[in-house]
């Protein structure tokens, strides 16, 4: 928690500081897996991981564990139980790509083109509107994409593309 008082602080403050290091992929997996297993089952959601790229990566451990707790806290939140959230691991054109799909209701009008912004929240009781605001910084931080597509009732998938 304190932890992730201080990044919200430093989010606030515009401050940029990632560790970014070699990360061994299926370490990296089965750890952030356990937790957001842990983080879906509050919700009795499904989770799914395909682990198509199990090399070796260029990146901040702490902050891309962010990442994918924050889509993976928003799935949760959106999904009705026996929701399934699922997390690809591949890698495209020396890049470490990323999916995030959900089998929610999808984005609601009112939020396209804010989705990234901070604050910016709907229908959640949970939400502060900073979760996807921080992925978007961390993600940018380490010279990456995020980029989502969204049907209405369809789900949402979120793509998170990285240098490797």
């Known amino acids: 928690i304190n932890a992730m008082a201080h990044e919200i602080m430093a989010f606030a403050k515009g401050e940029r500081s990632i560790l970014v290091r070699k990360v ?42 962010r990442v994918v707790t924050n889509i993976a806290r928003n799935a949760r939140q959106a999904m009705k139980p026996g929701g399934t959230f699922t997390w690809t691991i591949d890698s495209e054109d020396g890049q470490l790509v990323m999916t995030f799909a959900d089998t929610g209701p999808g984005i609601p009008e009112e939020m396209e083109g804010r989705l990234f912004e901070s604050f910016a929240t709907h229908g959640k009781a949970e939400g502060t509107g900073l979760g996807l605001a921080i992925v978007k910084k961390i993600v940018e931080e380490h010279g990456g994409q995020v980029s989502y597509t969204s049907a209405p009732g369809q789900g949402t998938t979120f793509r998170v593309a990285l240098p490797l």
């Open 24 to 65: 061994y992929l299926h370490k990296f997996i089965a750890e952030v897996r356990e937790v957001i297993g842990q983080e879906l089952a509050t919700g009795r959601c499904h989770l799914e991981v395909h682990d198509r790229f199990r090399g070796v990566a260029r990146f901040d451990e702490n902050k891309l564990t």
